[in-house]
């Protein structure tokens, strides 16, 4: 299920050159990522603590198409799909809200699920797994 969230671009979003620096659209990606969980009803404060587990991040790749400035409004689409039982895929749309309404990066993240204490593996927790399924 796709989720979508705006946000504006900050000062502190940018470079010296005056654009949002490189490292920084991953972060928003996070940013709309922690957004959906929490709109499909999903206790942040919580999750992890209940679950025993935790999600880290196991790749990550972005394609930057043309820059994003201070001021800028951004919209961040989210869709994630299961890779296996225990990971799952987030793709990453962000569009300048415009005028001109443009494409300005896309992102793919990976990410794995595993105990917080052994650091092995795990199946999706049930609440996260409904929402990768999209159910």
Same mark, same amino acid.
């Given at each position: 299920m796709e989720f979508s969230w705006v946000r504006t671009i900050h000062f502190g979003d940018t470079d010296a050159a005056g654009v949002v620096y490189f490292a920084h659209y991953l972060r928003i990606c996070h940013d709309a990522y922690e957004e959906a969980l929490a709109a499909a009803g999903i206790d942040l404060g919580r999750f992890f603590a209940d679950t025993g587990s935790i999600v880290p991040i196991s790749k990550s790749e972005v394609d930057y198409l043309r820059p994003l400035r201070t001021g800028d409004q951004v919209s961040v689409a989210v869709s &994630? @799909? +299961? $890779?296996?039982?225990?990971? *799952? #895929?987030? @793709? *990453?749309? $962000?569009? !300048?809200?415009?005028?001109? !309404?443009? @494409?300005? %990066?896309?992102? @793919?993240? #990976?990410?794995?699920?595993? !105990?917080?204490?052994? +650091? #092995? !593996?795990? %199946?999706?927790? &049930? %609440?996260? %797994?409904q929402w990768v399924d999209g159910a």
């Open positions: &994630p @799909r +299961r $890779l296996s039982d225990s990971s *799952f #895929e987030l @793709r *990453f749309e $962000l569009t !300048r809200l415009g005028p001109p !309404r443009k @494409r300005v %990066a896309t992102a @793919r993240t #990976e990410h794995v699920c595993i !105990r917080s204490d052994t +650091r #092995e !593996r795990l %199946a999706l927790p &049930p %609440a996260l %797994a």
